[in-house]
């Protein structure tokens, strides 16, 4: 029983297709059935089936790939340990993450890295909220979000909040409510929205004020990018959502608490646990959960 064919059945059962297993692992489809058959052929079962014009796994196969995680985190965490007992904790760590989350956390994270050999490899992206796990797949750490009152779970994957932000209500410098410090859910849906598509986080905040009051809101742009949000406020376009610790003071807005409804989003740190194990990974883990604890507790006081 060899490991890559274990990683390859692994592979195959998250990724779901042979040609999304050779699009990742830079092989051709051919290849990775050919891998298969010499699987199949070393371990004495049957591991794939038709299934249409594709590949699945049988129940002999599932039961290899669930096992295959197993095997890659037990030897993830004896090389951890050997690497701390050397003291020889480096490595590359790539980083997918939320750009209104990492605009913070990734300063911090890189000033408390400078005396240590792990080099941080950033990508910025911004997906619907329950796409965030499945970049787990391709990154050794994922930042996401969630508005959810409980972290999210998935089979494999190590979750741990790191920040509890809140969201604060923008609105335009000349706006009848400039002069105020918060508003009620009640006096917002009233207004007219620049909100994000649904399925994201901030998108649904909006939807629990709709079910609290009872009433839809007048949604008059939709788009992902805060600093494209912040200028349509600024513009007289309506109101919106942005999280507290990145919209900058800007003197054509002002941000308003919220009231009577948990406005805080979680932004959540990733990594599949195989990957999660590794001594350099583990130390990026464990430092953004440190920053994102010191945000937390500087918006409470």
Known sequence: ???????????????GSVAAVAATTWRTP?????????????????LVEADGRGLRLTDEGRLLADAALDVETALARAQARLDEFRGEISGEVRVAALPSAIEYLAPWLLAALREHPIE?????VDVAEEDFVGLAD????????????????????????AVREPLDIIVAVDHRWSKRRSVRPGEVIGEPWVTTPPGYPFRSLLDRIERTTGRRADVVQEVRD??????LVAAGEGIALLP????????????????????????????????????????????????GRDFTHGASD
């Open 120 to 124: 941080v490899r950033l990508d910025d």
């Open 226 to 231: 805060n600093r494209v949000v912040e200028a």
């Open 30 to 46: 051919s290849a990775v059935s050919q891998q298969l058959r010499t699987a199949e052929r070393d371990l004495g079962v049957t």
């Open 244 to 291: 507290r610790f990145t919209t900058r003071p800007n003197p054509a807005v002002r941000l308003l608490r919220l009231r009577d409804v948990d406005t805080a989003r979680r932004v959540l740190v990733m990594a599949r646990r195989d990957r999660a194990e590794r001594a350099a990974v583990h130390h990026v883990i464990q430092e953004l959960v440190a920053i």
């Open 1 to 15: 029983m060899e490991l890559r064919h274990l990683t390859l059945l692994r592979e195959l059962r998250d990724r």
């Open 138 to 161: 391709d990154y050794d750490v994922v930042i996401g979000h969630t508005m959810r009152a409980t972290v999210p779970r998935r089979r494999g994957l190590v979750i741990q909040e």
